[in-house]
């Protein structure tokens, strides 16, 4: 028997790898929430760094943290990852806009779709990546 979404079809190989990038995204994300949660000196001097007041700190870290729940949970995973796609077009937009070098939200987010892509055989069904014309 296979989780949802999870065909007989799929490889485990192709699963598993799905699983753990998507648990490195999911981790790396809830620690990201837990530290704007938890707003140590550094984490307020970054965000005023990029422009922004210290009272949206906390809003944010909400929003980081439910998306990042959301994404943690597999028949919810899509959404979750919807919502950090919003979140870290964001973030790239925040440091895009100060001049700051981008690529490591971008990376963040293409990490999650592809664990979710791996693992989620209706996510590959709606979005296929080759032809099935023969």
Do not use: C, Q
Not at 1 to 20: D, H, Q
Request: glycine share 12%.
């Amino acid at each position: 028997m296979t989780p949802a979404g999870e065909s007989a079809g799929s490889s485990k190989k192709m699963i598993w790898t799905g699983r753990i990038l998507s648990g490195i995204v999911a981790l790396f994300m809830l620690f990201n929430g837990a530290i704007a949660v938890m707003r140590p000196p550094f984490a307020r001097e970054g965000f005023a760094h990029l422009g922004y007041p210290d009272s949206a700190g906390l809003g944010v870290a909400i929003a980081l943290l439910a998306s990042a729940v959301i994404y943690a949970i597999p028949r919810t995973s899509v959404l979750g990852a919807i919502l950090m796609t919003g979140y870290l077009g964001g973030a790239t937009a925040s440091h895009v806009r100060i001049g700051e070098p981008f690529y490591f939200p971008v990376v963040v987010a293409v990490l999650a779709w592809v664990g979710i892509y791996l693992r989620e055989a209706r996510l590959r069904a709606l979005i296929p990546l080759r032809s099935r014309i023969s």
